[in-house]
Nanobody, 122 residues
């Protein structure tokens, strides 16, 4: 099994910054893509940013230039640096990891963190 533990959410004023962290642990052979998603009540979970094991990144248009995703492969950890936060960034943020596990054969499984609340006040 694999667990993802998130930290770093909270309340911040508009224009402020927060840094989210997500550490994966368990029976991990390798982690491919890691990412951050966010969700507000009544709406689907949307991709915020993703990063491959090689460091290629992808961002939602709404956060380009303000958010930066990074990872430490040796620590199985992904980060999301959020700057110039806006009230519309308020959501529960979830980390995601595509984990290669050797259970008999090598297979990929997607895991999710428990979610961390980010609230941006105006």
């Amino acid at each position: 099994q694999v667990q993802l533990v998130e930290s770093g959410g909270g309340l911040v004023q508009a224009g402020g910054s927060l840094r989210l962290s997500c550490a994966a642990s368990g029976s991990i052979f390798r982690i491919n893509t890691m990412g951050w998603y966010r969700q507000v009540p009544g709406k689907p979970r949307d991709l915020v940013a993703a990063i491959t094991s090689g460091g290629s990144t992808n961002y939602a248009d709404s956060v380009k230039g303000r958010f930066t995703i990074s990872r430490e492969n040796a620590k199985n950890t992904v980060y999301l640096e959020m700057n110039s936060l806006k009230p519309e960034d308020t959501a529960v943020y979830y980390c995601q990891s595509d984990v290669l596990m050797r259970i008999g054969e090598l297979r990929q499984y997607r895991y999710w963190g428990q979610g961390t609340q980010v609230t941006v006040s105006s």
